[in-house]
T-cell receptor, first 115, second 113 residues
Framework: NAGVTQTPKFRILKIGQSMTLQCTQD?????MYWYRQDPGMGLKLIYYSVGAGITDKGEVPNGYNVSRSTTEDFPLRLELAAPSQTSVYFC??????????????FGSGTQLSVL | AQTVTQSQPEMSVQEAETVTLSCTYD???????LFWYKQPPSRQMILVIRQEAYKQQNATENRFSVNFQKAAKSFSLKISDSQLGDAAMYFC??????????FGKGTRLSVIA
């Protein structure tokens, strides 16, 4: 059982470049999330989705876009990368969502550096 | 907006001793859930313990227990018989209703042999 899979694990971007962080889960979870973790800080929510075709902004959505065309996949797109987007990005998922206080299943993270 | 505050950026404990990590939160909800997550150097996020706000009884998981004070909006984590493998970042987190998980800034725990 793979759980939540993120690719790539590491990436270096130049300022102004674009890229897509991939996230796939094989648990048939409805809810999926993207968080970023800056050094010495907690995780901040970028975007989340409650099901295929539905996405919503989190606390720090600027500079990012998402889509959810299938239950399994929730890619995060960075357009015009900036040094402020240097961070570790985590994808997470859950089945019934926050109303039931369900724990999140996390991917292993993507370390992104923008130089 | 709900906020989670961890006032101790770093803590240390001697192996086999007990340590308590502090967490406070701000909410107007009556029904919510609180969590402690552990992040070792591997970067993996590991659920340590979960507390349901409507339950009076404090949650426990082996050497890990919480002191949940609902009126004070306090949710501390106690680690007993500390082990070298407990060294990690610990994050307190909150969720309720339609609010996705909100994290504190974390406490880095060092375990001294």
């Amino acid at each position: 059982n793979a759980g939540v899979t993120q690719t790539p694990k590491f990436r270096i971007l130049k300022i102004g470049q674009s890229m897509t962080l991939q996230c796939t889960q094989d648990m048939n979870h409805n809810y999926m999330y993207w968080y970023r973790q800056d050094p010495g800080m907690g995780l901040k929510l970028i975007y989340y989705s409650v099901g295929a075709g539905i996405t919503d902004k989190g606390e720090v959505p600027n500079g990012y876009n998402v889509s959810r065309s299938t239950t399994e996949d929730f890619p995060l797109r960075l357009e015009l990368a900036a040094p402020s987007q240097t961070s570790v990005y985590f994808c997470a998922s859950s089945y019934v969502g926050p109303r039931m206080g369900e724990k999140l299943f996390f991917g292993s993270g993507t370390q992104l550096s923008v130089l | 907006a709900q906020t989670v505050t961890q006032s101790q950026p770093e803590m240390s404990v001697q192996e086999a001793e007990t340590v308590t990590l502090s967490c406070t939160y701000d909410t107007s909800e009556s029904d919510y859930y609180l969590f402690w997550y552990k992040q070792p150097p591997s970067r993996q996020m590991i659920l340590v313990i979960r507390q349901e706000a409507y339950k009076q009884q404090n949650a426990t998981e082996n050497r890990f227990s919480v002191n949940f004070q609902k009126a004070a909006k306090s949710f501390s984590l106690k680690i007993s018989d500390s082990q070298l493998g407990d060294a990690a970042m610990y994050f307190c987190a909150y969720t309720s209703g339609n609010t996705p998980l909100v994290f504190g800034k974390g406490t880095r725990l060092s375990v001294i042999a």
